[in-house]
T-cell receptor, first 113, second 114 residues
């Protein structure tokens, strides 16, 4: 049973527009959420995270929103740039566990010039 | 030099052969992980280790084994490779200090079993 779900395998956005990547989770014990970005032929790299005590975290063009009641988080990229084209993985963890991140299947973002 | 180095980067092997993938890190992290990535399936955990004397199975450990030779080294072995183990393999590290939580991944090993 998938605990972290990214239901959109792909997303295409025009340069300069907003990209919104979505992630749902089923385990209410999760208290820490992360987004990773992966380019072809490279390993995933950490992008941004959010603790469950917050509902928003911002870092430059990237903002993550957390809706605990809906068990939903989203990553907003504004404005989108062609260099943002990559696969984005959502991941979650809960404190007191062995600390392993649970990853979603990823969403491939394509930003068109 | 990369913080997390995986060798080899690419490998083609025959069914039934034993193969080892190696991972070394300079991050000083205590935790190390092996994941595999398959199209449409995301990242799935194979094995993880929280220190040199600690080895744990992940979601998909069957057909794999690991060795944590030192804090900085964590190798993954396929005892008898089969074609459905063809995948992209990633090693990752993390620090048990929660304030700095987040994995650092290597660049991956693309393994093809023919």
């Amino acid at each position: 049973d998938q605990q972290v779900k990214q239901n959109s395998p792909s997303l295409s956005v025009q340069e300069g527009r907003i990209s919104i990547l979505n992630c749902d989770y089923t385990n209410s014990m999760f208290d820490y959420f992360l987004w990773y970005k992966k380019y072809p032929a490279e390993g995933p790299t950490f992008l941004i995270s959010i603790s469950s005590i917050k509902d928003k975290n911002e870092d430059g063009r990237f903002t993550v929103f957390l809706n605990k009641s809906a068990k939903h988080l989203s990553l907003h990229i504004v404005p989108s740039q062609p260099g943002d084209s990559a696969v984005y993985f959502c991941a979650a963890n809960y404190g007191g566990s062995q600390g392993n991140l649970i990853f979603g299947k990823g969403t491939k973002l394509s930003v068109k010039p | 030099d990369a913080d997390v180095t995986q060798t080899p980067r690419n490998r083609i092997t025959k069914t039934g052969k034993r193969i080892m993938l190696e991972c070394s890190q300079t991050k000083g992290h205590d935790r190390m992980y092996w994941y595999r990535q398959d199209p449409g399936l995301g990242l799935r955990l194979i094995y993880y280790s929280f220190d040199v004397k600690d080895i744990n199975k992940g979601e998909i450990s069957d057909g794999y084994s690991v060795s944590r030779q030192a804090q900085a080294k964590f190798s993954l072995s396929l005892e008898s490779a089969i074609p459905n183990q063809t995948a992209l393999y990633f090693c990752a590290t993390s620090d048990s200090d929660r304030e700095n939580y987040g994995y650092t991944f290597g660049s991956g090993t693309r393994l093809t079993v023919v």
